[in-house]
C-alpha cells in the first residue's frame, strides 16, 4: 500500500499540472480574443486554441457565422474552457459581451483571417463580433490570413492589409503550400507554432 502513494502523488501532480497553467507559463496572466472567420484554415484553429491555453492563456474563441460551417463552436468552447460568441443576437447581460472582451483583452488575435475579414478591419466596417471587436479594442492586434493565392495577391486585398499595417497591426503572413481550392502557391496559413512563437514574443 505505502509504496503506492508516492505514484499516486505524482499523478495527481501532473493531472494538477495539466490542468492549472503555471504562473511560469509564457502568456500566463494574458487574456486573447481568438477571431475565427470562415476559411477552410479555421479547422487548424482547434490546435491554435488549444496551444494558446496550455501557454497559460486565458482564450476566448469569437466566431464569425462562415466559421461554424467549418468547425464547431462545442470544440473550440471545450478547448478553451470558455464560452464561445458566435453572434450578436444571443449575446446576455447589460453589456454586450464582445465589447466587455473588447476591453478586457491583451491580444485580439484572429486566425484564420478570411479577404472578408480584412476588409472588413481596414475599412472600419462592423458587420459582425469581429468587426466590432476590432473598432472596440485598444489591444494588439495580430491576423494570420489564409486564401487562395490570387485573392491574397490581388491589390484590393494587399491594399487592405498595407492599410492595416500602418495602423501597427501585425499581419502573419501566410505560406506557400498546397491550398484547399487545389492550386499550389502562397496563401496558406502560417503554421500554429508560428502564430503561437508570435504570440508569446509579443505579449
Ligand atoms: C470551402 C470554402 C473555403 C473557403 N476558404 C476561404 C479562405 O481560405 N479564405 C477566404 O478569405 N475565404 C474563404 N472562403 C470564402 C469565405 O467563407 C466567405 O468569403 C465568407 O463570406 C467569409 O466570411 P467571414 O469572414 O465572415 O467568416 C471559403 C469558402 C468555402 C465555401
Known amino acids: 500500500m505505502g509504496c503506492c502513494f508516492p505514484e499516486n502523488l505524482l499523478l495527481m501532480t501532473s493531472f494538477m499540472t495539466a490542468s492549472t497553467p ?21 479547422y487548424k484553429s482547434a490546435d491554435l486554441t488549444s496551444e494558446l491555453r496550455k501557454a497559460g492563456a486565458d482564450v476566448h474563441v469569437v466566431m464569425t457565422e462562415s466559421a461554424t460551417q467549418f ?8 478547448l478553451s474552457r470558455n464560452p464561445v460568441l458566435t453572434s ?3 449575446e446576455e447581460g447589460w453589456q454586450p459581451g464582445h465589447i466587455e472582451l473588447a476591453d478586457k483583452i491583451d491580444l485580439f488575435l484572429v486566425a484564420p483571417a478570411t479577404a ?7 475599412n472600419g466596417l462592423a458587420p459582425d ?3 466590432a471587436i476590432y473598432l472596440a479594442t485598444k489591444a494588439t492586434v495580430m491576423l494570420a490570413p489564409a486564401m487562395n493565392g490570387k485573392m491574397y495577391q490581388h491589390e484590393a486585398v494587399q491594399k487592405n492589409l498595407d492599410a ?17 481550392c487545389g492550386y ?13 512563437q508570435k504570440v508569446i514574443s509579443f505579449l
Not at 187 to 194: E, Q, R, Y
Open 22 to 42: 503555471s504562473t511560469t507559463a509564457p502568456l500566463a496572466g494574458k487574456t486573447i480574443a481568438l477571431g475565427v472567420s470562415g476559411s477552410i484554415a479555421a
Open 184 to 196: 499550389e502557391g502562397i496563401g496558406k496559413l502560417a503554421p500554429i507554432d508560428v502564430i503561437v
Open 164 to 180: 492595416l499595417k500602418g495602423r501597427g497591426v501585425e499581419i502573419i503572413e501566410p505560406v506557400v503550400g498546397e491550398l484547399a
Open 71 to 78: 468547425i464547431s463552436a462545442l470544440t473550440l468552447g471545450t
Open 129 to 131: 463580433l469581429l468587426g
Open 88 to 90: 450578436f443576437w444571443d
Open 116 to 122: 472578408q475579414q480584412v476588409g472588413n478591419y481596414a
